[in-house]
């Protein structure tokens, strides 16, 4: 089983729809949550933090679920330029020698949002 | 805002070249990373270090070399380069503290013919 699973999609949704996307992870362990955005051949980027109880930036929703070991992301009020990779990034756990994290990303889930 | 600049965004190399990509960030992180990204399989760690001079492998460290002589530069080298190391490949930073997100450079695409 993967760390982190994700469907690949792609999704393609309408503009205005209400899109979630969810991911799964093996290690109960785990101890933070992110969702990074990826633009078609460019780096990842920092969406947003998963928290606990869960935290909303804007149109954007992150949930967590520890007992069931998944995290959610919903979009809500779809635009065009939503239209991304969408990685689901777990850190494990494992604290390097020097302070911070390694993390384990998914593969991604491609949005496509159209007119 | 934290920059990670790579040196290049596309480089053309052939079969047997070694082949250095470097890596600076202006954040004062102490953890940067390698990955390369490929269809279908995701970002795949390199190398990572925690410190200068100080490195350690991650899940692919076969065929590559790294080196950090100074906190905000990481360089990733390709003893000798093959046609499977064509990829994109991405450099990462982060703070020396637990919880935090990794930020990345935008990324070199290399071709070895």
């Known amino acids: 089983r993967k760390e982190v699973e994700q469907d690949p999609g792609p999704f393609n949704v309408p503009e205005g729809a209400t899109v979630a996307f969810n991911c799964t992870y093996s290690?109960?362990?785990?101890?933070?949550f992110f969702w990074y955005r990826q633009d078609c051949r460019k780096e990842p980027k920092l969406l947003m933090s998963?928290?606990?109880s869960g935290n909303e930036d804007g149109r954007f929703t992150a949930q967590l679920n520890r007992a069931s070991q998944y995290i959610s992301l919903l979009i809500r009020d779809s635009k065009l330029s939503d239209s991304a990779t969408y990685l689901c990034v777990v850190n494990p756990g494992r604290i390097l020698t020097g302070g911070g994290n390694k993390l384990t990303f998914g593969t991604g889930t491609q949005l496509k949002v159209e007119l | 805002d934290v920059k990670v600049t790579q040196s290049s965004r596309y480089l053309v190399k052939r079969t047997g070249e070694k082949v250095f990509l470097e890596c600076v960030q202006d954040m004062d992180h102490e953890n940067m990373f390698w990955y390369r990204q490929d269809p279908g399989l995701g970002l795949r760690l390199i190398y990572f270090?925690?410190?200068?001079?100080?490195?350690e492998k991650g899940d692919i460290p076969e065929g590559y070399s790294v080196s950090r002589e100074k906190k905000e530069r990481f360089s990733l080298i390709l003893e000798s380069a093959s046609t499977n190391q064509t990829s994109m490949y991405l450099c990462?930073?982060?703070?020396?503290?637990?919880?935090?997100?990794?930020?990345f450079g935008d990324g070199t695409r290399l071709s070895i013919l």
């Open positions: 270090s925690y410190d200068v001079k100080m490195k």
């Open positions: 998963v928290y606990s």
């Open positions: 990462a930073s982060s703070p020396g503290q637990v919880h935090q997100p990794q930020h």
């Open positions: 290690n109960s362990a785990s101890q933070s």
